[in-house]
Structures are given as structure tokens and as C-alpha cells.
């Protein structure tokens, strides 16, 4: 007999299971002092389809570089594609980062916009992303549903969708707005290690108690 879900204790008991993995990759960049809205839209760019530690790597390689909009627009799309090498469509990614760069500082005095339809106008920049930004870089309410957000608070039985936006929309219906921007720091970490797409560790699983294991055909 499962107990019912409470989201509260859910968060208590993934702070505690996750405290010892690596961190979510933008969290990790925020706690190394890249936390401005722009290292956080880049970073965040730069994530997509690209593991966490590859992304780290690359960031850490550019910031070396270049952390403002009009240091990066200066490297140059060849330049920015050699050091984004590693991660996934270096070109597309540095061809992106290179415009919406350039845009931040002519369009907006270097400022990179503070909402979601400013920043998906960027090309390259979609929803998860502008909410990575807007969560990690400005500290707003946003939820960034990634597949592991995605298929844990379904996996959960907490909000029913068949895609990431419409988890992300269900979640904004139901999960309290304090949990937003922590959803994704502690998923992600629990997505890889613990609640994996493929056999998750349901019974090492500090939740199990309470998940309804919903789609869960294989286990360990």
C-alpha cells in the first residue's frame, strides 16, 4: 500500500538522496560563479543534447574566454566553434551564440531579456532553455523540464503529460512555486543516478513509498 504523495517530503527526501552526485550542469556553473543571466543562457545552449559533464568542460573552456555578449560576438563563429568542440552541432550552436550575442548588445544594451517570449525570440533558444535562464541566471519562477523532470514526476504519478511541454505545463498547475526552480537541481541528478529511464533502482529509492511507479515494467 503506497502512501500518498506528498511534494514536500518528496523535495526533504530528494535533498538528502542527491547530496552526494554531481550537480545539475547550470546549478554547478552557478556555484562556480557563472550565474549571470548571459553565462546562463550560453550555458544553457550549450547543454542541449550534450551530457552534463562535456558541457561543463566546454563552458569552462569558453568562459576562459569570453563572459560578456560582446566578448563572445567577437570571437567570431570558426572561433567559437573550435571551443565549443565536444559538444553536440558545435557550428549551429556557435553560429547561434554568436547572433544572439551580437543582439544582446546592440538590441539591448547588453542586457539579456528577462522573460520567456524575449528570450525564445533568440534563434536556438527554445523553452527549456529560456527557463534554465530565467530560473538559474534571474532566480524567477520557471520550470525547466528536461527528460529526466519529464519522466520522473510522471514515473511519480504527480501530473500526467505525454511530452516535456505538457509536463511543464501540469506542473505549473500543481507543483508550489517554491519548488520551480529547485525541480530541475534535484531531478536531474536523481534522474541519472537513481531514477533512470532504463531499470531505475526502485528499491534503493528513498521515494519508493510513495512513487506509484507508473509505466515501471523492469526494476532493480
Known sequence: MKEPFDIDEAFRRLRVAVAGLPK?????????GFSSPFEQLVGSLISARTRDETTMEVCLRLFAEARTPSAMAGLGEAGLARLLHGASFPEPKARDLVELSRRISEEHGGDVPGTLEGLTEFRGVGPKIAA?????GFGKA??????HVHRIVNRWGYVEGSTPEKTAAALA???????????????V???KSVCTGARPRCSTCALLSMCRQVGVTSHR
Not at 24 to 32: I, K, P, S, T, V
Not at 132 to 136: C, E, G, I
Not at 177 to 186: K, L
Open 132 to 136: 534554465l535562464t530565467l530560473a538559474v
Open 173 to 187: 498547475e500543481k507543483l508550489p512555486e517554491r519548488y520551480w526552480i529547485e525541480i530541475n537541481e534535484r531531478l
Open 142 to 147: 520557471a520550470i525547466a523540464v528536461d527528460i
Open 24 to 32: 545539475a550542469a547550470m546549478f554547478d556553473l552557478r556555484d562556480r
Open 189 to 191: 541528478p536523481f534522474g
